[in-house]
C-alpha cells in the first residue's frame, strides 16, 4: 500500500510538474493555491497533522483515480479523432463533434485538479497557508 502510495504521488507530481509547465508565467490562481507535491514536500515544516495528512492522502488517491480514467477517455477519444482527420475527406461536423468530447475530458480533468487542491487548501490552517505561501515564493537557491 505505502509503495503503491508513493508510486501515485510521483505520478500526481509529475503530472504537477507538466501543467506547471503550460500555465503562464503569471498565474494569478495559482498564487493562491497549493499543489499537493509542495504540501507533501514541506509537511513537517508547515506542521501537519495527522488527521490533514491522511484527509490529503485520501483527495489525491481519489484524484488520481479519477485523472486515470480520464486519461483513458481522453486517449480513445483523441484515437478517435486521428481516425476522422487521417481519412482522404474529412467530415467536417464529425471532427467538430469529436472535437467537443475532447475539450468536455480535458475540462474534467482541470476541474478535478482545481477542486483538489482548493481542498487541500481549505485543510490547512491560516497559518500553514501563509507558511506555504511563503515557501512557494521564496527565490530557489542555485
Not at 80 to 96: C, P, T
Not at 99 to 106: D, F, G, N, V
Not at 110 to 137: D, F
Amino acid at each position: 500500500m505505502k509503495a503503491k502510495f508513493y508510486a501515485i504521488a510521483v505520478l500526481l507530481m509529475l503530472g504537477a510538474a507538466t501543467l506547471r509547465a503550460q500555465q503562464p508565467q503569471n498565474d494569478p490562481m495559482g498564487e493562491y493555491l497549493f499543489p499537493p507535491e509542495l504540501v507533501m514536500q514541506h509537511q513537517q515544516a508547515i506542521g501537519l497533522n495527522e488527521e490533514q495528512k491522511n484527509f490529503i492522502k485520501a483527495e489525491i488517491l481519489k484524484a488520481q483515480t479519477r485523472f486515470t480514467d480520464l486519461q483513458w477517455q481522453l486517449q480513445e477519444e483523441m484515437e478517435k479523432m486521428i481516425a476522422l482527420i487521417k481519412e482522404s475527406r474529412v467530415d467536417e461536423q464529425q471532427v467538430l463533434a469529436q472535437l467537443e468530447k475532447i475539450l468536455t475530458i480535458e475540462r474534467e480533468i482541470k476541474r478535478t485538479h482545481l477542486g483538489l487542491v482548493i481542498r487541500i487548501k481549505n485543510k490547512l490552517s491560516v497559518e500553514q497557508q501563509a507558511w506555504l505561501a511563503e515557501i512557494k515564493n521564496k527565490p530557489r537557491e542555485k
